[in-house]
């Protein structure tokens, strides 16, 4: 299994900011993803972070808002851009190898937006 | 896009009791994830399932993976207080969306002593 971290933990930002969430993971993974899970719900798949190009979307999330990088098989970052309080989220980051199947994700992020 | 559904949305057991929770696909999946989360971490994967019939066990954990392809189930055996938590399943957004998953409500599970 994949050890996965994220920083920071959590972060309490001013509307209209941008916050960047780092994601590494402890070995080479073939696929890292990013979700949100909103108060007291259930996870949300944000995009497909693909390494060496640009980030897969799902439907209702824009690269504007939630630009990705993934510069090597072992780190993502995820912005999430011109923040209000309904961004107020755990952000986590996910990672899956070669045999798809199994998925690791990191501890989150919380952010809290005032 | 397929819609999973996992009932109970909680569960309040005494400590010994069995726990059992399963999730429904309006499609056929290949994979059945089962995770549990706990406060402010992330979710912690438990079993994974890839083929209709599977049974599989952790510990005290045991999942299957329904014939039809379209459900599966958990069940906790003599539970303990540590068992709290959120209990989440996942199956993959599409049949060609390798590694995309999407997730269950969850269900809650508190362990009274």
């Known amino acids: 299994s994949a050890v996965i971290s994220q920083k920071p933990s959590r972060d309490i930002c001013q509307r209209g900011t941008s916050l960047t969430i780092q994601c590494q993971v402890d070995?080479?993974?073939?696929?890292m993803f990013w979700y949100r899970q909103q108060p007291g719900q259930s996870l949300t798949l944000i995009a497909t972070?693909?390494?060496?190009?640009?980030?897969?979307?799902e439907s209702g999330f824009v690269i504007d808002k939630f630009p990705i990088s993934r510069p090597n098989l072992t780190f993502s970052t995820l912005t999430v851009s011109n923040l209000s309080p309904e961004d107020s989220s755990i952000y986590l980051c996910?990672?899956?190898?070669?045999?798809?199947?199994?998925?690791?994700f990191g501890p989150g992020t919380r952010l809290t937006v005032t | 896009g397929q819609q999973l559904n996992q009932s109970p949305q909680s569960m309040f057991i005494q400590e010994g009791e069995d726990v059992s929770m399963n999730c429904t696909s309006s499609?056929?999946?290949?994979?059945w994830l089962w995770y549990k989360q706990d406060p402010g971490e992330g979710p912690v994967l438990l079993i994974a399932?890839?083929?209709?019939?599977e049974l599989t066990s952790n510990g005290r954990l045991t999942a299957q993976f329904g014939i039809t392809r379209k459900d599966s189930f958990l069940n906790i055996s003599a539970s303990i207080p540590s068992d709290v938590g959120i209990y989440f399943c996942?199956?993959?957004?599409?049949?060609?969306?390798?590694?995309?998953?999407?997730f269950g409500a969850g269900t809650q599970v508190v362990v009274t002593p």
């Open positions: 499609s056929i999946f290949n994979t």
């Open positions: 996942a199956g993959p957004m599409t049949t060609d969306s390798w590694g995309k998953l999407q």
């Open positions: 996910s990672a899956a190898g070669v045999q798809g199947g199994e998925q690791y």
């Open positions: 972070a693909n390494q060496g190009s640009e980030a897969t979307y």
């Open positions: 399932l890839y083929k209709a019939g």
């Open positions: 070995s080479q993974v073939t696929m």
